[in-house]
């Protein structure tokens, strides 16, 4: 691991993401081979599974450190990482050896399935022939939570870097379901991981338009700048989940955009397999959809959820694919082509194929200005839509996120005022700073929590707030702390359901800070109403669940 | 506790039978002060006294106050009890503080360090009855090297950007650490100061401390007239237009909390050194053991937990609040605030 671990130390002491590379390139290239297959694999999401609970790590790092639990506990939400929390708190490694990456990931997934006293004793002895910052990447291997301030982007032109092989097409041999433990690393970086006939090519992602440049004069974001309509295409931004369709010879699949395999979990596209003409992939939407509209994103969560889909659910949460774009045409890779021929194919395939199956196009907006465009935005909300997305007409289906040619035009959030009413301290690089708040709004005389948040605020506005908890706490419970409801937020959220689980019988989308209310007392926070009856309006309103109740 | 030899107020640590404040908060009569780090040291008192080390510094920082000086281990009646002041270990200067009445001992640690570091006066155990410590670093978690395995990780930092050309910027706190780097380090080449630390340095130097010799940063001075120097400067001034004339520098910053991997990337410092001028774990807990006092008061810190940790050790213990009413006065984030970290320097 030592090579592993210099990597780390030299990626973790730097910001400048010229050096990261640097450092990564120079690593895919002098380390032993199978350390390098699995740097790749953690670095791309593919981690392996974890073998040992937190709570045995937590009980076996106390005894070893020979301290009481609840001080191995409070040590932790002070590191804000478990990882690092038990390589502070050990006694210094008294048998330091060196072991490969390869030996120790090849170790830790041949515990699947062991009795305690095996895995226990297997972790033991790792820690005592590492030093710390060793341990903190084993601990980190072990808890499965594993970033290194690398972005699979930065990652593939590094290896771009160490091969010479184009950095498109690495991402694209990266890409599929390979199994790191079997796969050598020239297989990897010359034919590509897993099986070619189900390799998904890497998605392309759209910016916020609020990141394009402001149109001159403009005060708002808009898309005037993004020059005339009719060079875009401009389509609703649905809220399931971006997916892929495959149908190749001998191959039928669908990925989920975080490169999940869900064709099992989606059985009603098997069909398809049938109709597709071979060597089809499609990029497109998963929705739950029925009379004609798609259901609000919790019934989708619900399909995800389970491993096997029971006839019940089936019939009451049938899903859809609504296609966006046509990447590979009759086993030819389309992504140069610009997006005018590539929808052009994709609608006359889909027009052909039989009624009744589950994939249709997704509507194509027409506008004239963008005047036009914005007035049909404002209607998203009523379809389900978080938004628009425009894509530009000419543009090729580009790997990753490349600004200029796809942007995604959402919806103003919903806010809320709100006071908070417990805080506690964050992770990472958060630790030891309060930065995660429940929050409350009116109920009559009392105050109904309703939401948890911890974004949108800036590092100094976290510490301001951090001294002040500190300094108002009224309870502990563990690393939560009470306080006066005295701060006021404005949290902005994306949508409302109905919740019979949470006390205020709401559950929010994706709530988060926008400002801190310094001019606001408790007293002018917003009234619990008022979110029921953003729920009445919101089409995102469906009944309760039956199990829920 | 009507008769208790100290007692802990709004405005900090009051001794009734003596009529005297330990480093207040809040203007007082009589403030004896442990050391200048702006936590301890405030403006305002009618009266203060120090040891005849921490003064000068006092002095420069809070202007023309009434203050008097006292030596390490001499001792001084005030109204009913006996004070002395011992050495912390803490920066130059700094004391604890022994308060004696009719055989009963108290002591106020202050901030305090067990190592010696080279450069001040070396922490002594003073043995008492109640000894009230700081715990800023008390929790298992914390656990210095040796002052000499830091040095050489510093020199080979410093080393290897002078050997590029480079300038090295190192922030530390500008009473204290920023004198304790420059008296530990090699002389690999010249050690250029920003103004808030050359001021202390100086007044530090002129006192007898063996501080190498520094160049304050002035307007002709750059990467260009001293490649490959060593930069000293607050924290605050690491990240600002003042830092930019050194160019393509590369910057470091030593304190006990770089320990945590969270607070070195929320500052996005490169490269963090651990060390503190406090005590670490085995440090606070060899250093109570020593006083043999029964009874303990955690103060500035991990209060908390520390004190839970003593009980369980077999101490009657308790907790001391601070001015923030909260326990943890001096994590790094409020630290920074609650003091003006280019001029003072509290903490780490």
Known sequence: MNSFVALFNALDATTKTSVKTAALAEYLRTAPEADRVWTIALLSGRRPKRAVSATELRVWAAEAAGIPLWLFEESYAVAGDLGEAIAHLLPPAQDLRPVTLDAMIRGLIALTGRDVAERRAFVLAAWDGLAADGRFLFNKLLTGGFRMGVSQGLMTRALSQATGVEEATLAHRLMGDWNPATTSFATLTRDGGGDAASRPYPFALASALEEAPLPPGAVQQNPDALGPVKEWLAEWKWDGIRGQLIARPGAFALWSRGEELITDRFPEFAPLADFLPPGTVIDGEVLIWRDGQPLPFADLQKRIGRKTVGRKLLAESPARMLAYDLLEDAGQDLREAPLSQRRARLEAMVAALPPGLPLQMSPRLDAETWADAALQRAEARALRAEGLMLKRLSSPYHTGRRRGDWWKWKLDPYVVDAVMLYAQAGHGRRANLFTDFTFAVRDGNDLVPFAKAYSGLTDAEFAEITRWVQGHTLERFGPVRRVPPELVFELAFEGIQASPRHKSGIALRFPRMVRWRRDKGVAEIDHIDSLRALLRQAPGASPPDPEDI | ?348
């Open chain 2, 1 to 348: 506790m009507s008769d208790a030899l100290l007692t802990f107020t709004n405005r900090g640590i009051y001794c009734p039978d003596g009529d005297f404040f330990i480093d207040p908060w809040r203007p007082v009569d009589r403030a004896l002060i442990t050391h200048g780090h702006s936590d301890h040291a405030r403006y305002g008192h009618a009266a203060y006294l120090a040891t005849h080390q921490a003064l000068p510094v006092i002095r420069h920082r809070l202007g023309d106050i009434r203050a008097e000086g006292i030596a390490y281990g001499e001792t001084r009646q005030i109204g009913a009890v006996t004070v002395s002041f011992h050495p912390a270990g803490h920066v130059p200067g700094s004391a604890q503080i022994r308060v004696e009445r009719g055989g009963e001992v108290w002591v106020v640690s202050g901030d305090y360090k067990v190592e010696p570091d080279g450069l001040c006066e070396a922490f002594m155990p003073v043995r008492c009855h109640t000894f009230i410590t700081e715990c800023t670093f008390g929790l298992p978690l914390f656990r210095w090297q040796p002052q000499k395995v830091l040095a050489e990780q510093i020199a080979a930092w410093w080393a290897a950007n002078a050997a590029e050309g480079r300038i090295s910027i190192l922030g530390a706190y500008g009473l204290g650490k920023a004198q304790r780097l420059m008296a530990m380090l090699p002389a690999i080449g010249p050690i250029l100061t920003h103004g808030a630390v050359e001021d202390t340095t100086r007044i530090l130097r002129d006192q007898g401390y063996a501080i190498p010799d520094t160049i304050r940063v002035t307007a002709g001075i750059s990467a260009q007239t001293h490649p490959g120097a060593l930069v000293v400067a607050p924290p605050s001034a690491m990240d600002s237009t003042w830092a930019r004339r050194f160019g393509a520098a590369d910057t470091a910053f030593a304190s006990g909390w770089m320990a945590l991997r969270g607070i070195r990337r929320r500052r996005a410092l490169g490269t963090g050194f651990v060390i503190s001028d406090h005590a670490d774990w085995p440090g606070l807990n060899a250093a109570i053991a020593a006083t043999g006092a029964t009874r303990v008061f955690a103060t500035h810190g991990y209060t908390a937990p520390f004190r839970r940790w003593l009980e369980e050790q077999g101490y009657q213990a308790g907790i001391v609040e601070t001015q923030f009413g909260g326990d943890e006065a001096e994590s790094p984030d409020t630290a920074e605030g609650a003091a003006d970290a280019a001029v003072a320097g509290d903490g780490a």
